[in-house]
């Protein structure tokens, strides 16, 4: 193929007063190698431009879309809606990734039933998917800033709440939603049976980027690494995101690991598919939550004797910082 993407969000550790001790704990020499020859840039998005690229690539806002889909225009302003789980550390409230909930459409079902019903007449929840739903507003949202929750898994939610002219409506119906879902019986049953409270919902919205390629066939499989990299003849784009959450919640010990196998078994075999020519051009991308940072790389740049064999990691990690 002529051009393969691989979108690695969690690749950059978040935190940079830890490089020191990560830098002797870690050892990268594939991914040293990519990133010594090829070219590094900077680019303004986030893991969600790349989450939903194909739901963006409509043009309209993402919760525009989905109100479309399901052929919704009754309410003044739609915004993406998500159950979610807050927990305190310390003086901080973080949140936590849907999919921590495992929640069922039943469940789903039910807690959007007891938010409409709370809610009757002031605004309705509509069903997309288990861990997503779409929000109905009667109010306009002017120059209103939110953030995917994707991109902010274990950070305060504290510094990422909706802003803007509604942000005071925008945060009173968090709160009214939490103090709901921290009544419900189906909390207390959730609990019975070891699974995470849905305490807390995430109201959020997200305008198209044009994202620097085209996704093609794409594969967003991490359940095997060794699985995927025998599945690369038939994609063009992948998105591996074993090691974001581990970025995301400061797991140190769990990132280090993964950081080796995405080594091992994904930049070995970029390396070797570079080599023989099935691909020409490599960019990979490392979105955080501060922007997205690139690696575009060609066969030919491999041979460029010139440049570094390797790049350590901390230096990698410092560039992108």
């Not at 479309?68 to 979610?84: D, I, W």
């Not at 959730?190 to 996704?215: H, M, Q, T, Y």
Request: hydrophobic content about 45%; proline content about 4%; charged content about 20%.
């Amino acid at each position: 193929m002529s051009q393969f993407n691989l979108i690695l969000p969690g690749l950059i550790w978040p935190n940079a007063a830890d490089y020191e001790y990560l830098s002797s704990r870690i050892k990268l020499p594939q991914f040293s190698n990519l990133f010594a020859k090829g070219k590094l840039s900077r680019l303004e998005f986030n893991f969600s431009d790349f989450v939903y690229a194909e739901q963006l690539s409509s043009g309209l806002n993402l919760a525009d879309y989905y109100a479309h889909k399901l052929g919704l225009n009754a309410h003044v302003a739609y915004m993406l809606l998500e159950p979610t789980h807050l927990r305190l550390d310390r003086d901080r409230l973080l949140i936590s990734e849907p999919s921590l909930l495992q929640l069922n459409s039943a469940e789903a079902q039910q807690l959007i039933g007891e938010i409409n019903g709370y809610f009757s007449g002031e605004l309705e929840v509509f069903y997309i998917s288990d861990e997503l739903w779409l929000i109905g507003l009667n109010f306009a949202l002017d120059a209103v800033i939110s953030y995917p929750l994707i991109d902010i898994v274990g950070e305060n939610i504290d510094e990422f709440l909706p802003s803007g002219n509604e942000r005071l409506r925008l945060h009173k119906l968090i709160n009214e939603m939490q103090m709901l879902l921290f009544n419900l019986p189906l909390n207390k049953l959730r609990e019975d049976e070891g699974l995470l409270s849905i305490n807390s919902v995430w109201i959020w919205d997200k305008s198209p980027a044009k994202l620097a390629f085209e996704f093609g066939e794409r594969l967003a499989n991490n359940s095997s690494l060794s699985a995927l990299t025998d599945d690369f003849a038939a994609v063009t784009s992948l998105i591996v995101d074993k090691a974001y959450y581990p970025a995301c919640y400061r797991d140190s010990f769990s990132w280090l690991e993964v950081v080796a196998e995405l080594d091992d078994l994904l930049a070995t075999k970029l390396l070797s598919l570079l080599r023989s020519r099935e691909i020409q051009r490599l960019n990979i991308y490392a979105p955080t939550l501060t922007g997205c940072h690139c690696l575009q790389l060609s066969r030919l740049d491999l041979w460029k004797f010139w440049r570094k064999n390797t790049l350590p990691w901390h230096k990698l990690a410092e560039e992108f910082s």
